[in-house]
């Protein structure tokens, strides 16, 4: 597939690595030298360029989670990949999902979550900071997957979810048991609710309050992704790594029969 | 969504946790007591039955990684949920891409692959033992995921794969070195190589193996989930946790242009 | 130097691990055949004997942690290898120290601790339990460490401990807030007070209560050992580990200028 | 016990955290204020100090890790704490023990070794390096260790040791297996070998060599100390952790009857 104007790529090299859109006629700068985009568009992806102080750099289509960690804006991000991954496998969303979240931030997990509900699912997300929505919104332009969000400027806490038998709600905000009767009755009967925080003091609030509501199945989980470095003679692990982002919880709604009364 | 005669269903209780079919007339039994399959059906899913025994026991729609975990065969399982998650996003797999993975095992990863390239996407599944193709196609087909699979049996290493311009390639095999040029051939020119070996002798192997191929970004990851007790008092990490299945590598295909000699 | 009768030795060979004492004329059984103690005695150390199957086992002195992992007897034993090592060097205790420790269990950390701190140090060991007190003196008897342990039959948290000025306590115990008072007077004014706690429910209350106490540098560490196969040809870690024993929380005891008022 | 003007101490506070020499009349700068010597001199250790600017700094006795990770110079630090603890309590290094090392680098491991075989113990640290020698001996008068220690300036690989009959040897070099022969020689027939690299492709060499050599018992260790921050409101893990220093291996010498021949 050739390389287009207009077209996001990934450049890799080097030292070398970032999202830019490709512009006839520029000059892209790194730290090993010009391109020129008049060299990539029309090429293969893929392709090798040298850029003007010889050094090689490989054009590549951006993966959406590049794109976000490159383009996303300085708003904390809050979920990383690592954790989307996990959620998303443990909450079973995919392809048709209905699935709410709140809050937003800058808008990294809604992106993510929008991506696997295609083409047919809905992501719907809840933010109370106006600039999160703003930010969100920017970047699921950028990745042209606003087509499967609505954005909501709206506390779930005090104002509750405007819909209903809702696959999965993910919470990542402070005080998630704020929200969590708002979130159940969002969830389908047997849903799944995804709460992601960072300390152990919240940890205890959030299972506390998720098993007084009827959850099962709660599970509590705690991702590390050990990077390493991949020079064929110095195979090692990192020596620093992102070691700890939150913490997710995650479990499932039920209900009681109407008529037999819990003694 | 009430539940239906043949649905599988997902029992969670005190000790329990089991798929099973739903039949009418049916007596499931459990380490709690029985359960009658005729209180579940036309219940809401989420519904709290009570045993025989006079336990509680809720009926979950169960995901697609509770169905292979419990009823995925024996088989031995190579790729776990939480390097499948890793896999998934690192290689930004989703609705609509083309994949191939060699070789498919009791179809675990396959499965989950097939879940997320949904509805228009497809999965390529090679392995050059039969018994294994016949065990995915089994999980495939308990899932109702066969249609978006294609199986063969075939050893890529000599044979090579049938496709080409796939988006990402999966090799969980003991050499996979030895498919490299077959995976490369297979792959779009851009396109995303995913290695999953258990050793540090075989990584060294596929790292010098990739990078010597022109693969670039090439990254290898170790995750680790560490899953936590969830009582309200005596919140801790399990004591023994599966801390080693494999180690990914991931990289991308270039190519170089075919007039510019690389000196 | 050479093995003598009534020694004890550490038998190592494939599958074969324990700890035995040498007897004269005795014949030992291994899952790999017989060995007689006769080969074994006036050899030096080191040595590789061969069993009646003609499998070979090396006779090596053995570490206090092998006596103590194989012959310790089958109470829990609690605070582990990783963590005795890494509570040692942060405590910064060596030959000479002071140590109180309560409870003692099976007499495992006060072993330990025995041994860093001679031949001019003292370990005092306290437990309520009368067979936790049998069992840990049985231990250090069999390693000849008692002299320096003094064991004492004794609640702490109510009854206090008898010692002042000591370089450092470590609480092993479920309650350990209750036993802070009397940690802290039994400590010098600027001694190491190590607490040892499974949950982090009790995470927070002793930091809680450490903090309120006037302790400062006040560390919290979670070890984790991962162990390696070591065949040259299959090098990768174990498949399980022990992930969870308990977290460390460290913190120094400080004194206030009896003039200086603290608005 | 009170402090005596000429004793190193160590600083901490809120964000105060260094180990510094008491001198009369001296003012000592801290980024919270300036605290003066003579306000220290004369007190008990643990007393907590007002800074010029009104905040309170605890004064203690540093620990040796303390002195040598805030003045041990800023020759790289090979050995951390967590591995030097992990490599004492494996090797049953301790009071008495007789032990080589080399290199010693800056002395961090070579001053922990010392601290332990106290009073009757020796270490012996090799080294090509003179800068190291020179270090390494500073940091070793400063923490008034150098009588338990003898620095030798030589290449273990083609010079050998010095020594007979140690306890234990361990090599942090880059090419371990170079120093394997000396290594062996020098310990005790069933002695403690401990090796330190910071890549698998060493690792393979090393397990590879040792097995060859006839050492029995061979494991190798990876240890990760997580860092949990103590707000008694916020209890989390540190965000970034120091999470690869190196590999651990341990094995243990054997030898063979001279008159009984190996198949």
Chains 1, 2, 3, 4 share one sequence.
Do not use: C
Request: net charge neutral; charged share 25%.
């Amino acid at each position: 597939m050739p390389i287009r104007e207009g077209d996001y790529v990934l450049l890799v090299g080097d030292g070398v690595r970032s999202v830019i859109k490709v512009v006839k006629g520029s000059r892209i700068n790194t730290i090993r030298g010009i391109i020129n985009g008049d060299d990539i568009i029309g090429n293969e992806y893929g392709i090798i360029v040298r850029t003007s102080l010889g050094y090689e750099v490989a054009i590549l289509r951006p993966l959406i989670t590049d794109i976000l960690l490159e383009r996303g804006g300085r708003v904390t991000q809050v979920i990383y990949p690592k954790d989307a991954a996990q959620i998303i496998i443990s909450a079973g969303i995919g392809p048709g999902s209905k699935v709410a979240e709140a809050g937003v931030g800058s808008g990294f997990m809604t992106a993510v979550l929008a991506y696997y509900v295609r083409p047919d699912g809905k992501v719907y997300g809840y933010d109370k900071r106006e600039d999160s929505i703003r930010t969100a919104r920017r970047n699921l332009e950028l990745l042209g997957l606003n087509e499967w969000v609505e954005l909501r400027l709206r506390d779930v806490s005090t104002e509750g979810f405007l819909e209903k038998e809702l696959d999965a709600v993910i919470l990542d905000m402070g005080d998630p048991w704020n929200a969590l009767p708002s979130a159940t009755e969002a969830l389908r009967t047997d849903g799944i609710l995804v709460i992601y925080v960072p300390t152990v003091n919240q940890v205890i609030k959030v299972i506390t309050a998720m098993k007084g509501a009827g959850y099962v199945n709660v599970r509590m989980l705690d991702v590390t992704v050990r990077e390493w470095k991949t020079e064929p003679n110095e195979v090692r692990p990192h020596t620093w790594i992102n070691a700890h982002t939150g913490f997710l919880i995650i479990g499932r709604r039920t209900i009681r029969p109407a008529a037999q009364p819990t003694e």
